[in-house]
């Protein structure tokens, strides 16, 4: 998913771009450097952390291929959070390159919404990449890429996007990162075929943000089930507590606790006042069994 707010502000089409949610370090640093001024020193160390990928000398890339087409291979400068050493802000740059506090808190294996601020139009692809070990180099955070909802890890500039509006991307964070991270937001500008809209210029644009990157949130527990009640254990009451024959049936006084065996072809007056059941089992219920267990 991929949505674009507008920031107030005129188009400043000769920068570039930086992370804007979470808040990256261009402006935390920058502005606390140089102060809050559209133009001048704050503004380009905000947004122009370059590398020049035009030559393929200094590039790797093969002659005639602007970064943007082969992307994530143009070499960028050291160290990387800076786009190196630029004369230009020289009193910025080892604060680009130190961690800050942080500005979000990631869980493992999330999907997470990260904004750059689109300060010009050079065409290209974008991606966002994480590191925990401390070296913001290049090489640690090519390891962890940061994929989009729809497993790309590289998101083409296309005409829709003008500048001075922010681009915001979901991208899920991998299960096995963890600790005290740098989310870093590469731009390898120009193309071949680009956009409308869109120069072509090649050269890789970067910018850094601190967060941190939590474990998993656990999951909910899962519901108690009830304890099962057992069932009545089933009391075979057949006659009291004797059986009678198969040509049997039983006389019985539930309340007097009475119960005995009679041929099945008697009378009722057999039973002398009990109860005559139509079969061998105590037809008068439970209630005098207690009582007979008393003996």
């Known amino acids: 998913m991929q949505s674009f707010a507008f920031i107030a502000g005129l188009e400043l089409v000769a920068s570039h ?43 790797g890339l093969p002659v005639g291929v602007a970064a943007g087409d082969m992307p994530g291979v143009a070499k960028v400068y050291e160290p990387f959070c800076s786009g190196g050493t630029d004369a230009r802000i020289s009193e910025a740059v080892a604060g680009l390159n130190v961690r800050g506090p942080s500005q979000a808190t990631w869980h493992a294996g999330s999907t997470v919404s990260i904004c750059w601020s689109v300060q010009a139009a050079h065409g290209g692809v974008f991606g966002y990449r994480l590191c925990c070990d401390g070296s913001n180099s290049e090489e ?53 075929n680009c956009a409308a809209g869109q120069t072509s210029e090649s050269s890789v644009f970067t910018s850094c943000a601190d967060v941190t990157v939590a474990s998993p949130s656990p999951a909910p527990p899962s519901p108690v089930p009830p304890t099962p009640v057992p069932s009545p254990k089933p009391v075979d009451l057949m006659c009291g507590y004797s059986a009678c024959a198969d040509d049997e049936v039983c ?27 139509p079969t061998a089992d105590n037809c008068c219920g439970q209630e005098g069994l207690g009582f007979l267990s008393i003996f």
């Open 251 to 277: 006389c019985c006084n539930g309340s007097k606790g009475v119960f005995y065996c009679v041929a099945h072809d008697s009378t009722a007056s057999v039973c002398a006042g009990s109860t005559m059941c």
């Open 17 to 59: 771009g930086f992370i804007s949610n979470p808040i990256s370090r261009n402006e935390l640093v920058c502005q606390k450097v140089y102060g809050e001024g559209v133009f001048g020193p704050a503004f380009t160390c905000m947004t122009d952390r370059e590398t020049p990928a035009q030559s393929p000398y200094l590039s």
């Open 140 to 192: 640690c955070f090519q390891r962890h890429p940061l994929l989009t909802v729809d497993g790309s890890q590289w998101i083409t500039m296309t005409s829709e996007v003008p500048v001075t509006t922010d681009w915001c991307t979901n991208h899920k964070i991998p299960d096995d990162v963890s600790g005290q991270c740098t989310v870093s937001w590469r731009w390898d500008g120009g193309c071949a």
